[in-house]
């Protein structure tokens, strides 16, 4: 059995992922058909809220909740989708990105962690929509 190591599973996400800086991001929001995802879990979300129109899907369900060209989801997301995933430190994110692009999903990225979309100015709103854990 070839067991994987959490540092090994990073990296392999981090390869295959894009990682989008600040700025990176703030263009595929201005420019783009997007959704922007916090896969943090509820508590933390709770505690210092959502980037600006994001919605929370956690991390242990984004599987269950998001499914390719699938009218169930609980947000639009077409083929043109840019799918921008973030959380506390952009670990979670990057996983479960790589997780959402091994699942059929395309234009998947990582935008790293809340607080550094906050310490660049990024606009955040105390209110979010929840997509759902249960």
Not at 83 to 91: K, N, P, S, V
Not at 104 to 125: L, P, T
Request: glycine share 10%; proline share 2%.
């Amino acid at each position: 059995m070839n067991n994987k190591t959490l540092e090994s599973l990073l990296v392999e996400a981090n390869d295959q992922i894009k990682r989008l800086s600040y700025e990176e991001a703030l263009t595929k929001i201005q420019n783009s058909n997007h959704v922007i995802i916090d896969v943090r879990e509820e508590s933390e979300v709770a505690f210092s809220g959502l980037i600006k129109n994001a919605i929370n899907i956690p991390r242990g369900v984004i599987e269950f909740k998001l499914k390719p060209d699938s009218l169930d989801n609980p947000i639009h997301i077409d083929s043109d989708t840019n799918i921008l995933l973030y959380c506390a430190a952009g670990f979670r994110s990057a996983l479960a990105a790589k997780a959402l692009e091994d699942s059929g999903f395309q234009n998947v990225y990582n935008i790293g962690g809340y607080g550094e979309w906050v310490s660049n100015g990024g606009a955040v709103g105390s209110n979010g929509r929840h997509g759902g854990c249960g």
